[in-house]
C-alpha cells in the first residue's frame, strides 16, 4: 500500500524558505506524478503543484509562481517543493498526492480527483 509521508514543515517569517519533502517506504515513486496541495483553516484543498513521473513536466498554481519550485529525486525517492518568498497566505497544511493511474500531470491545474494516496500532511506557518 502507497503511504507517502511528508516533512520539512515550520514557521517562517514573511520573505523565508522552506523546503518540503514528500518520501515513501518500501514503495518507488518512480512511476507516479507527485502534486503538492495545500489547505488553509476555513479554505477548500488548492492543487499548488505537480512534477510528472519523469520530472520533465509540470505545473504550478498562478498564486506561486515564480516563488515555488517543484522536483524529484529519484535516485532517493523523494519529491521536494522549494518555497521561496513565503507570504503570509501561504500559510497551510501542505500535503503531497501520487496520482497512481498516470505519471503526468494535467497541463495547468492539479486537481484532487486525480490523486489516489496521500500523505498525512506537514504544517506551513508564515508569520513575523
Known amino acids: 500500500q502507497l503511504q507517502l509521508v511528508e516533512s520539512g514543515g515550520g514557521l517562517v517569517q514573511p520573505g523565508g524558505s522552506l523546503r518540503l519533502s514528500c518520501t515513501a517506504a518500501?514503495?518507488?515513486?518512480?512511476?507516479?506524478?507527485i502534486g503538492w496541495f495545500r489547505q488553509a483553516p476555513g479554505k477548500e484543498r488548492e492543487g499548488v503543484s505537480c512534477?510528472?513521473?519523469?520530472?520533465?513536466?509540470?505545473n504550478y498554481v498562478d498564486s506561486v509562481k515564480g516563488r515555488f519550485t517543484i522536483s524529484r529525486d529519484n535516485a532517493k525517492n523523494t519529491i521536494y517543493l522549494q518555497m521561496n518568498s513565503l507570504k503570509p497566505e501561504d500559510t497551510a497544511v501542505y500535503y503531497c498526492?501520487?496520482?497512481?493511474?498516470?505519471?503526468?500531470?494535467?497541463?495547468?491545474?492539479?486537481?484532487?480527483?486525480?490523486?489516489?494516496?496521500w500523505g498525512q500532511g506537514t504544517q506551513v506557518t508564515v508569520s513575523s
Open positions: 498526492a501520487a496520482r497512481t493511474t498516470v505519471g503526468r500531470c494535467r497541463r495547468q491545474t492539479t486537481e484532487a480527483p486525480d490523486f489516489g494516496a
Open positions: 518500501r514503495v518507488t515513486l518512480d512511476y507516479y506524478a
Open positions: 512534477i510528472s513521473s519523469d520530472g520533465d513536466s509540470f
